[in-house]
């Protein structure tokens, strides 16, 4: 099993299993960054923005010379980004043209329960069809009855309110047990929620302000997409899963869909608004020849003032607005933006080439947004989730996922206090509802803990405490893994806001 489990290191920074491509790796800091396209609405019906967006195989270059076949929105891989206005109410309809069903969820997003993508909520195929009989996956140890399963055929429409406020959202498959794969395949794309505070600050704006969107992929000999489900020669037996259980990590760090691309900068200011799309990466971010990255959001929206960091720690899902000021840097030189958890060729992502003059009138003001700061005495409620394997799978408080358990029914427009406790690294995210973090060990939240959230970066054997604030809408939303391989490996949970 050497070979296969090349670069599984047993430290407590490993996430997962490095699964190596059988392609040789793409040169690095050769293709330019590519920026995802703008997702324009089809139509406005008394205000509302109404969107169409078909999920379909698509063809795209990742490796030089070779096709990956994607699964995308739009056909493309990362989907287009969609622009959107704090309070203005949109309207997306999925059309599933793909050879499975899916479900898609606005990750951040506050939505009602119908639109929130729950795993077993599924777009089917159009002219395909799904049995609700059928036991769900061979292998998985949660219980799926037939009328836990909602379906629509062909396409369905999301309603995105968007009561919200600015911030970098993003959205990705979700399907019961196979959110690992699909998302592996292509279905995940950006989405920016702007309002009037975040537009009239004197940060970098238009083609300085640029998504980030970082994941990792193997790939097989002939270009396609490596997992150890989609590959032939590794299905998911359960001595497979038993080994990729921990999380699927790719040799091939990919930005907005290019193998280490390079982006060439005046020496100015940019906003990057940084997203970590992996299935189980982590990455700690930082830039080469030494630089400052000046955090101004977090996963939803402005800080109250900035942060300067020389590294940041992004466990999947988490988001990173930061501001990079490249006149440090002289002209005609190139900065790296490396990985400091990753080894070769994986501890670098990308690369900036410094170009000649150019003018700034941007920014980082000292003070960004009036952000409240939850309170410990605010909570009324406190609990405990404790994210830890078994053999079989992966377990909340002891249980595998089942749409019809329900570990929590906090009130609506309450806060509370939950504590989660690990065995392993666990990026815990909450629908619905965003938090603050209290505290991590008993001590003071890491430096990149800070503002809203709704992912945090749960490590192994620590005790990390959030206050959650339940806005917008009663139903059943879920908390869960978002390491992919343990969220399809039952590491999910329901919460019914009351
Ligand atoms: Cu980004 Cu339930 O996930
Ligand atoms: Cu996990």
Redesign the pocket.
Known sequence: AGGALAGCGETTETAGIVLPSAAPLPPRFRVPLPIPATKKPARTVHGVDEYEVTQRIGDAEILPGKTTKVWGFDGTFPGPTFEARAGHEMRVRIRNELPQPTST?L?GGITAPASDGYPTDLVVPVGGSFDTHRKHSGEMPMTVRPQDWTLHQGSKEYRYPLGQRAATLWY?D?RMDFSAPQVWRGLVGMFVVRDDEDDALPLPKGDREIPLLICDRSFTADGSFSYPSLDPSLTMTPGVRSKYMQGVQGDVILVNGAPWPELSVAPVRYRFRILNASNARRYELALDPGGHLVQVGSDQGLLAAPRTHSSIVLSP?ERFDVVVDFSAYRPGSTVTLVNRLGSGAAGQVMRFRIGGRATDDSHVPARLSQVETLKRSQAKVTRQFDFRRTDNGWTINKQYFSPSTVLARPALNSVELWRFTSDFHHPV?T?LAHFQVLSRDGHEPAATDHGWKDVVDLRPYEVVEVLVRFTGFRGRY?L?C?NLEHEDMAMMANFQVV
Do not use: D, G, I
């Open positions: 969820h990750h990705h979700h899902a995210h629908h879920m869960h978002h």
